[in-house]
């Protein structure tokens, strides 16, 4: 499974981002899988942003809830970071990723830069 995100850039303290990933590859599931977004921001380690799982149950690390949605189009093979009320701590690489046990996909993200 291949997945390519899009959809980051720049943006002003207070705005918003939509980042897509496409999934794409041979004989895989889409819908069966759970989904996750992670970020890097600079000089930190990897954290968890946002997961969904194949029944649409989501689940938000505490420093995006209330700001950020995760959501999938199964039809579409993509899934999607609705960011909003982005603040200059939200500067990070953004990264999908796809499961199905046991496997595990990640895409190589797109740089997101918020400046206050």
């Known amino acids: 499974v291949q997945l390519q995100a899009s959809g980051g850039g720049l943006v002003q303290s207070g705005g918003s981002l939509r980042l897509s990933c496409a999934a794409s590859g041979s004989q895989f599931n889409f819908s069966t899988m759970s989904w996750a977004w992670y970020r890097r921001p600079p000089g930190k380690d990897r954290e968890m942003v946002a997961t969904?799982?194949?029944?649409?149950?989501?689940d938000y690390a505490d420093f995006v809830k209330g700001r950020f949605t995760i959501s999938k189009d199964n039809h579409k093979n993509m899934v999607y970071l609705q960011m909003d009320s982005l603040g200059s701590e939200d500067t990070g690489r953004y990264y999908c990723?796809?499961?199905?046990?046991?496997?595990?996909?990640w895409g190589r993200g797109t740089q997101v830069t918020v400046s206050s």
């Open positions: 990723t796809g499961r199905i046990w046991p496997m595990g996909y």
């Open positions: 969904l799982t194949a029944d649409d149950t989501t």
